[in-house]
């Protein structure tokens, strides 16, 4: 009798692929643990649209948790930035394009300290998946857009808002000019995936377990054992590191970690990371440098 299946499923961008089993190689300076931070400042739609809650959502306008996710532009996310000042520590920030009517000053600060600039849709009230495929890429390359004309950088990742993809988002990216996503969770070293127009295009990790969504909203963890999670990871990962190069990332949201007792246990996490980092330890990073290294690593070893 035949089987009525034999096979299931499979998005046919990569292989499978053991880490145990691939080429070696290593960061910039020797270095064998890349780290970055995914600083995410966004911008929700009043009155209607997605959005984390603090409390119960209440009928529309939800003023409550409107304006607690608010809090993260007007305070978090200014907070955050004396912490990483202080620290000397590069971020990537992911940003809805809708920050450049609403906040403009906010993307420009990250600007001035030469952070890179990550295309995070035009707002964290809605999700991509549900567009069509000509109004997905009309999002892509307006995002891409925006951030040249009013920052003059250009934008070479993508994380979705909500990690939300089409069956086509990594085509259309590749199509639109980036280099890399940031929405699959699925490695930890970056990975070049296949699209149908054959671009050289990349994963980078971008973690789901060390992000303080699903860790503080989803599981309710307290900022102290988010903070005990960040450093348990890194010491973990530097020393899984000596036998293949890794890369982890920390995802943080001014709404939460930007809470001034959230901050102050932030600061405990990034400040070993920071020590590691000046002692040559690791590379600190942001997520374009490291889909550059590997573009440009593997590049050289297959001529």
Do not use: K
């Given at each position: ?55 119960p ?50 993307v420009?600060?990250?600007?001035a ?28 390359a ?39 996503t ?25 973690p ?84 550059q ?11």
């Amino acid at each position: 009798m035949t089987a009525p299946y034999t096979t299931i499923p499979h998005h046919g961008r990569f292989d499978y692929s053991p880490i145990t089993r691939r080429p070696d190689y290593c960061w910039p300076n020797g270095a064998r643990l890349a780290v970055y931070i995914g600083f995410n400042i966004e911008h929700f739609a009043f009155g209607e649209g997605l959005g984390a809650n603090i409390g119960p959502a209440s009928a529309n306008p939800d003023v409550l948790n409107y304006s607690w996710r608010e809090y993260g532009n007007r305070v978090g996310a200014w907070r955050c930035l004396e912490l990483f000042d202080q620290l000397g520590l590069p971020s990537a920030a992911l940003i809805n394009t809708a920050l450049y009517d609403h906040c403009p000053e906010l993307v420009q600060a990250f600007v001035a300290r030469g952070d890179e600039l990550v295309g995070h849709g035009h707002t964290n009230a809605e999700r991509q998946a549900s567009f069509s495929e000509d109004i997905e890429r009309q999002l892509i390359a307006d995002s891409r857009a925006r951030i040249a004309r009013e920052s003059g950088v250009e934008a070479t990742g993508w994380l979705s808002p909500w990690i939300s993809e089409s069956a086509v988002t990594p085509d259309l990216l590749a199509e639109t000019g980036y280099r890399y996503t940031l929405n699959w969770c699925h490695d930890d070293q970056p990975l070049r995936m296949r699209t149908r127009g054959g671009q050289d295009f990349w994963s980078i990790p971008y973690p789901q377990e060390l992000n303080d969504i699903p860790m503080i909203i989803g599981r309710q963890m307290d900022g102290r054992d988010f903070t005990r999670m960040i450093t348990d990871n890194f010491d973990e990962m530097l020393a899984q590191s000596a036998r293949q190069p890794l890369v982890m990332g920390i995802a943080l949201h001014p709404y939460l970690v930007g809470q001034p007792y959230r901050l102050r246990y932030l600061r405990e996490a990034l400040a070993p990371i920071a020590a590691a980092r000046d002692a040559g330890h690791i590379w600190m990073t942001t997520p374009g440098a490291i889909c550059q290294h590997v573009a440009t690593q593997f590049q050289e070893s297959q001529t």
